[in-house]
């Protein structure tokens, strides 16, 4: 079974942490998501009026909620376990009674409540500008939770990966970043010519945006099966690679 109370621990360490700084872990992606709200949603909305059967601010508020979920929970698990790795207090919980999926599972519990607690808040913001609803409440916990999980291994393997504060912006500036404003985020697939419709299908955000989006608007643009499903295997794909970075002890004690 392991030392569970241990692993409860470190992810109530690592809540506490992202708490105490609120200011920096919670806010800024809020603020950041009421601006692309009033830009996009006020400067293009009054352009483009609908997207299918929903307004264009309904429309991308979705997107925008995902795109704070991802930066929120690939944050938390890189920053902290890069800074472990700097500060050589790693060592603390690699010889501690914890097992290699217990560390990681505390750390990604507390990744993914930070990003859950950023997407409400990001959520509770948005009811000032538009009328949201919820058409499945399942399936929008399904992709929230399922998608921060992800992007949270993905922060723990980043983090393992590099050996500079330089190389620890890589992934977040030019991976994620691109791959979640060409996820659908501000646009439906639907928009794009056939060949590009194409190339976006490659994006695997793109099926975690439409899936979230789901949940809010009941339609999407790409099988909903497949995108539940995509989601599942990402998660323990990266999921299984954490472990074995762990497991064979990979740059933990450059």
């Known amino acids: 079974m392991g030392n569970n109370t241990g692993m409860w621990t470190l992810a109530q360490r690592e809540t506490s942490r992202f708490l105490r700084v609120w200011q920096q872990t919670i806010i800024p992606p809020v603020i950041t998501s009421t601006l692309f709200i009033l830009i996009f949603g006020y400067s293009l909305g009054s352009r483009i009026k609908m997207v299918g059967d929903v307004g264009y601010l309904e429309f991308i508020i979705p997107g925008l909620l995902m795109m ?53 808040s990001i959520l509770g913001v948005s009811y000032i500008f538009a009328d949201i609803t919820v058409s499945n409440f399942f399936i929008l916990s399904y992709f929230m939770i399922m998608v921060s999980t992800i992007f949270a291994f993905a922060g723990i393997a980043t983090a393992l990966w590099a050996t500079s504060f330089d190389k620890m912006n890589v992934f977040a500036t030019f991976i994620i970043t691109p791959l979640t404003y060409l996820g ?15 190339v976006a299908r490659f994006n695997p955000i793109l099926y975690m945006v439409d899936g979230f989006r789901y949940g809010f608007i009941g339609t999407s643009d790409v099988s909903l099966g497949f995108s539940i499903g995509l989601v599942a295997v990402l998660v323990i794909g990266f999921g299984a690679l954490c472990v074995h970075l762990f497991k064979i002890g990979y740059r933990l004690r450059d």
């Open 68 to 120: 704070g979920v991802i930066m929120s929970a690939y944050m938390n698990t890189s920053s902290s376990l890069f800074i472990s790795k700097f500060q050589k207090n790693i060592q603390e919980m690699l010889v501690s009674p914890l097992s290699y999926w217990q560390i990681i599972a505390a750390l990604t519990m507390a990744a993914v409540f930070r990003g859950v607690l950023v997407g409400v």
């Open 184 to 198: 659908g985020v501000f646009f439906s697939i639907q928009m794009l010519p056939p060949m590009w419709q194409n």
